[in-house]
């Protein structure tokens, strides 16, 4: 049987049809076999084709205009653009560009820029640099005005800048920013995350970033000028980063929700940790040799579980309500331990040795409320503990071996401390063990004081009561004196 054949005018309409059906095959033009050079054979390329460059050194200025959105750029082998004249390196004005594997060098502007912000030119997404290498750019190695760029297995040397990005979920991984005159990476957009890059020799600050849910993880710095890492923005997380020899601080982040943990720093210049915002949680640091240890501010806060040695200044200082700082160690501190300024809190199960500072101590608390259970500080150079303020429950404490007194329930009405007089009103001591001191065991200035089943022993003097400057204190038994004894004459204190 004959087949029948179908009108012309009906094949052609299916041939158009498939034609819009079926998108454009992306093309691959190839420099030097097609083009001889870069910059024609982007002229040439359509959206979403591919540049292939074979290894030599091409001496150009690259610009990816507009209307290009998806051209990959890549290098086969070693790819050397040098930049040398006046302008960027490459300069990206289209959507969803790839750049791989390219070596740029000797830029007098920007090694990698796009998002030009000119007038007319739409903004720009997903820039992604994969495998760069970029020498010697007079200003910032790279420089992007792009939501979602991606920045991958890029080294940036001798830049004056590092990587600079303005937009929304940036993404940095096993980036390296070496020997550069400015900051290595900093970013301003939400969603930033900085993961197991490298900052090493900068004149400014390792990381900066400004915006929501950041997450800096995992990234080794050294020989930062400025903080190592700096956050702006709620909910920040700092995790598993490396530091050392900065002038400044190693990680300072405001704003509320942060998380900064299991950080190694050491020899810095001013305070290893800073965190500023409510319901703050720092945990499981590891600090040594430092002017300064961790400082959090806010309400609802959590420090736990921190090993700071060898401080300048103070180990830890907190200052907020409703907060708990737990299960830390500091040792071999310039000044107080523990230095906590807190309302409604809990101390628990921390430890301090060898703590300097007359006018420290191993935990000096300023605040009323409190829980402070099962802590232990000794060695030091100054008071075991240091308590100014009312109703707070101090249990199950060790105070060994101090060079001033175990403990000292503080008031001085005439002579105040920072922030006005202290009068130390009903605070209960009960359980506390108070052995070697070279003071007294306990030295009461406070009014109201509680004492109970607390053991002395071993104290130049187990108890001293400073009735003429109004004190009280209720003995309500079981308390064991192996020393001096209670002593009840007036103490006067300088």
């Known amino acids: 049987m004959m087949q029948q054949l179908l009108p012309a005018r009906t094949t052609r309409t299916l041939a158009a049809l498939l034609a819009m059906a079926m998108p454009a095959l992306a093309d691959t033009l190839k420099v030097p076999q097609d083009f001889e050079s870069i910059q024609a054979a982007i002229d040439a390329a359509s959206a979403n084709d591919t540049v292939s460059i074979s290894p030599g050194t ?49 830029a007098n502007g920007v090694g990698v820029r796009a998002g030009i912000p000119l007038e007319g030119l739409p903004s720009l997404t997903q820039i992604t640099l994969d495998g760069l290498t970029i020498i010697n750019a007079d200003s910032a190695g790279v420089a992007l005005i792009v939501d979602g760029a991606n920045v991958n297995k890029c080294t940036l040397q001798g830049c004056n800048g590092g990587v600079q990005i303005i937009g929304a979920a940036a993404n940095l991984s096993k980036v390296e920013v070496l020997n550069d005159g400015s900051t290595g990476i900093a970013i301003e957009g939400n969603g930033a995350q900085v993961v197991s890059c490298t900052v090493d020799t900068v004149g400014g600050s390792g990381v900066l970033v400004t915006g929501n849910t950041a997450l800096v993880d995992k990234s080794k710095f050294a020989n930062v000028g400025a903080p190592m890492i700096g956050v702006e923005g709620n909910n920040a997380q700092v995790s598993k980063n490396q530091g050392h020899d900065g002038p400044f601080t190693g990680i300072s ?81 310039g000044s107080s331990g523990y230095q906590l300024i807190l309302e409604s809190s809990t101390i628990s199960k921390n430890q301090g040795s060898e703590f300097g500072s007359g006018s420290g101590a191993g935990l000096l608390l300023v605040g009323s409320d409190n ?25 199950k404490n060790k105070l060994l071996d101090n060079t001033i007194n175990g403990i000292l329930i503080d008031s001085d009405p ?81």
Do not use: W
């Open 58 to 106: 091409y001496t150009e200025n690259l610009t990816v205009p507009s209307g290009k959105d998806g051209l990959v750029i890549s290098g086969k082998g070693t790819v050397f653009i040098d930049a040398q004249t006046d302008g960027d390196g490459i300069s990206v004005q289209s959507s969803q560009v790839t750049l791989r594997k390219l070596t740029i060098r000797h």
């Open 253 to 333: 982040v405001v704003g509320d929700g942060a998380v900064v943990d299991n950080n190694t720093l050491s020899s810095f210049g001013g305070a290893s940790i800073i965190v500023s915002g409510s319901t703050a949680t720092v945990t499981s640091n590891k600090l040594s040799d430092v002017a300064g240890g961790i400082l959090v501010e806010g309400n609802s806060l959590l420090v736990s579980k921190n090993q700071v040695s060898d401080v300048g200044a103070n180990g830890i200082e907190c200052n907020g309500e409703g907060g708990t700082v737990e299960k830390n160690k500091v040792s071999h501190t």
């Open 371 to 395: 829980t402070v259970d099962g802590n232990t500080f000794r060695n030091g150079v100054s008071n075991g503990m240091v308590v100014r303020g009312s109703s707070n429950s101090i249990t």
């Open 414 to 494: 005439i002579k105040p401390p920072e922030g006005g007089g202290v009068i130390s009103l009903s605070n209960d001591l009960e359980n506390n063990t108070c052995s070697g001191n070279h003071g007294q065991g306990l030295l009461n200035e406070g009014v109201s004081t509680l004492i109970e089943k607390n053991r002395f022993t071993g104290n130049l003097l187990d108890l001293s009561n400073a009735t003429l400057a109004g004190a009280s204190l209720s003995d309500q038994g079981g308390n064991v004196f192996d020393t001096g004894g209670l002593q009840t004459e007036p103490v006067i204190l300088d």
